[in-house]
C-alpha cells in the first residue's frame, strides 16, 4: 500500500482550494487504477498461498510432484487474465473447494454485502478509466463514487477489510481441508 500511499501525497501539491477536483482528476484515476490492482496482486498472492498449502500436504517432500500439482490451480486461475471482481475471486477461490462469498458472508455477515458491491463499483471505475469508457464512470458516480480522494479512501477501508476476511477464511478453509494451519 505505499505506493497508493505515494500518490494519495501528492494530492498536498495542490493544496486544499477550490478547483482541486479538476486540477486532481488525473491522480484520481491513477489512485483508483492502482488501488485496483494493488488488491489483484493481494488476491493472486493469497490464492499462490493456498495452492503452495494444498500441494505441500498432500505431497511434502517431493519438489517435483507439488510443481505439477500447482499447474491446473494456476493455469485455471482468472485473476491472471480478468479484473479482481467478485466473480473472478468467486471462481479462483472455488478451485480449492470453496464457496468464497457465501464463508465470507457467514463469517462476517454485517460487511460481506459491503465488500462485495464496493469492489463491483471499483471495478467498474477500474474499467472507466482503463479503457476510457465515461458511461462507467457516469455509473460509479451517480450512485455515490465520484473519482474523488474521498472515494479512493473509501475503497481503500472496504478492501483491507475485504483482504483481511479472505485472508482468514481461506485459512480456515485450508486448516478444514489439509488438516493443518496453512500459513
Known sequence: MRRVDR???AHKVF???PGRRWETEELNHALVLRLASEFQGFARDLHDEAINAVVVAVVPGAPGMQAVLRIPYAAARRLDRANAD???LGKDFGLFGMQLWADLESRYPAR????NRTLEILNTARNGIAHDDRSKLARARAI????TLQSVSRWRSALNGLAH???E???EHLERMIGASPW
Open 86 to 88: 467478485p466473480g473472478t
Open 7 to 9: 500518490l494519495r501525497t
Open 15 to 17: 493544496g486544499s482550494g
Open 112 to 115: 460481506c454485502v459491503t465488500w
Open 144 to 147: 455515490g463514487w465520484p473519482m
Open 165 to 167: 476476511g479472505m485472508d
Open 169 to 171: 477464511t481461506v485459512k
